[in-house]
């Protein structure tokens, strides 16, 4: 298949700069994956296409503040540093602006130098060029570089986000809860706690897994026939707990309804052909377009995606690529707000 077989023309004004006030008040547009009816809905309503028996899976990461801005302590110049990956204690895999000029043996300073001390709270040096041009950076610091990092750093919000985020609670799910993300899985920012306890009372079980998601998510498919794509990798984890209750849900005729694309993608990484999903921690590039077999997940739960983007193949993917640009087209004609903060869609 071929890239612009996945294109949707979406007016840039229906892009969310900002989250809704109350994070369950947006939008739901519920669609019949099989025969492509779709009925406009509020996200209040999600829980009435769950049963007593079902398990809602929730992806528990939580974006870190990743996003440093500091000076090259030989310059002066103005540069930023984006947290991707965690290599040791001190070591990170990064991704720097401006690139050229951030060679091996670069230092970079962040925050107030202390006077007494003569140090600042933050140094970054620039070790090694990794792949597509990524950086090897240590960090040197005092104390500890999570409380550090919530002073200094701020949230990584997608390029197409524009406004400043007033409140960095609001780019992370209110179950979130191990550090790790560079970006949010946005499906769960829907989520009420009030909501999800609605949802247990129901007798439906939720299950935890954590996928931490990297940038790589925004990264453009650059290829034409989208099989040519390159995934990016990112880490999993699925408790055994959560294994469990999932084998047991598809046992007993129940269905297993993801929140996220994330939350996909780590049920069907972590799935065997058989439809047994395993425990264990790994990563996964996992490239899920039309052609695939579902092998665990019975619904989702998703925001809009960008046109021509892996997220929009992998919901195509679920319910059909006409179904899906059917249903966009509809968004677009009703005004519904896309993306990261915007409304979502429910797929069963």
Known sequence: MEKSDFYYDLPKELIAQDPLEQRDASRLLYMDRRTGRYEDHTFRDVINWMNPGDTLV?????VIPARLLGVKAETGAHVEILLLRRLTDTEWETLVRPGK??????VVVFGEKNPSTGKYPLTAYVEDILDEGNRKVRFSFDGVFEEVLSQLGEMPLPPYIHHQLKDKDRY???YAKYNGSAAAPTAGLHFTKELLEEIKDKGVNIAH???HVGLGTFRPVKTENIEDHHMHSEFYIVSEETAKLLNDTK???HKVICVGTTSCRTVESATDEN???HAGSSWTSIFIYPGYHFKMMDGLITNFHLPESTLV???????GREHILNAYKHAVEERYRFFSFGDAMILI
């Open 172 to 174: 992370n799910t209110v």
């Open 313 to 319: 193949m992998l919901v195509s993917a679920f319910a």
């Open 251 to 253: 046992a007993s005729g």
């Open 58 to 62: 929730i992806n528990d990461t939580k």
């Open 275 to 277: 439809g047994v999903i």
């Open 101 to 106: 000029k951030m060679k091996p043996g670069t």
């Open 209 to 211: 897994v954590t996928l």
